[in-house]
């Protein structure tokens, strides 16, 4: 719990540095204070990557790619996870074939078992749908968050502010589900 905990004060610690106090969060110009973004065709299974560039410019050190074929919310949570892994985990070569130095997330990292991924993916969480931010807006929907059961069908207040968030209701969901863990 420790090192998720780590992930939450450093996501919370860019939002300060950025002056961030209201959502959605804008990402793009967060991600872009640390690292180039670049949009590529990737393979499906491919979310993004964070790689060294080669002759560094503009003081950034590191290109952030996502996978331009996914939904702008996957996007965005990409660009928020391989934020986490560039301020979290201090990479200096990420592991690599054909020209790339890449880390590849497998099945287990989707899982959670990788503890780097699930941090990463704390962190990216907590960047796109800060606690305090996400609670308030609950509230001022008038919403106590108690999860639908798949035969209860989905509450459409949480389809709106997912999209109002510009996160998948999926992410938003988990979050919810996190933070509802932690009361």
Do not use: C
Not at 34 to 58: C, F, R, T, V, W
């Amino acid at each position: 719990m420790r090192r998720l905990s780590k992930a939450k004060k450093a996501a919370l610690n860019t939002l300060a540095e950025n002056s961030i106090e209201r959502l959605p969060i804008p990402i793009n110009k967060i991600v872009a204070r640390y690292a180039h973004i670049l949009q590529e065709e990737m393979e499906d299974d491919i979310s993004g990557m964070l790689i060294p560039l080669a002759k560094p410019n503009d003081g950034k050190k590191w290109a952030i790619v996502v996978n331009k074929s996914h939904s702008s919310t996957r996007q965005r949570f990409t660009l928020a996870h391989e934020l986490g892994h560039l301020l979290l985990h201090g990479y200096t070569l990420p592991h690599a074939d054909r020209g790339y130095k890449l880390r590849f997330r497998n099945a287990k990292s989707s899982e959670g078992s990788v503890f780097e991924e699930v941090e990463a993916n704390q962190f990216a969480a907590e960047l796109l749908m800060p606690e305090d931010m996400l609670l308030e807006k609950l509230e001022g929907e008038g919403l106590e968050y108690v999860p639908a059961g798949e035969d209860e069908g989905e509450d459409p207040r949480l389809s709106r502010i997912a999209n109002e968030l510009k996160v998948s209701r999926q992410a938003l969901a988990i979050r919810l589900s996190n933070l509802l863990l932690q009361y």
